[in-house]
């Protein structure tokens, strides 16, 4: 596989190319500001070159040069749920971590961790039950 993109913004890569209608929901999902206007500064990256990538073969993937401190993964998972819970990779502490977060939230974890404002583990911390993230 190549090499995911290098970008100033969080990187989300889809993986699941099962549901094109799924995946557009996903996206306008992520391009809709929340109640208070705070969107998720993101890249998306749609390219069947990624499909079925695996979080430890994305964790490879990464060039040296990103900077972000976290990648996304649109996944199976996250299409199959109405509430989009994509898995968030850390890539500052544990960088095998991850955390489902719904695309909903996404804004909240891109903006806290790119800005230095809170730690992954909050985020971690604050998960539902079933091991999803949908704000504090």
């Known amino acids: 596989m190549s090499q995911l993109p290098c970008t ?17 929901a996903l996206r306008a999902s992520l391009s809709s500001p929340s109640k208070d206007g705070f969107l998720a500064n993101v890249a998306v990256v749609d390219n069947r070159r990624y499909e079925g990538l695996t ?17 996304v993964l649109a996944d199976s998972a996250a299409l ?26 996404l804004w909240s974890i891109e903006n806290n961790l790119s800005g230095a404002n809170m730690d992954f583990e909050e985020f971690a911390g604050a998960v539902d039950e079933d091991g999803v993230f949908r704000g504090f």
């Open 80 to 105: 199959a749920s109405t509430e989009r819970p994509l898995l968030v990779l850390d890539l500052q502490g544990e960088r095998e971590r991850g955390v489902r977060v719904v695309a909903a939230q």
């Open 55 to 71: 979080s430890d073969q994305a964790l490879y993937l990464i060039p040296a040069e990103y900077q972000h401190p976290l990648l």
């Open 8 to 24: 100033l913004e969080a990187l989300v890569v889809r993986t699941d190319f099962s549901a094109d209608g799924e995946w557009d």
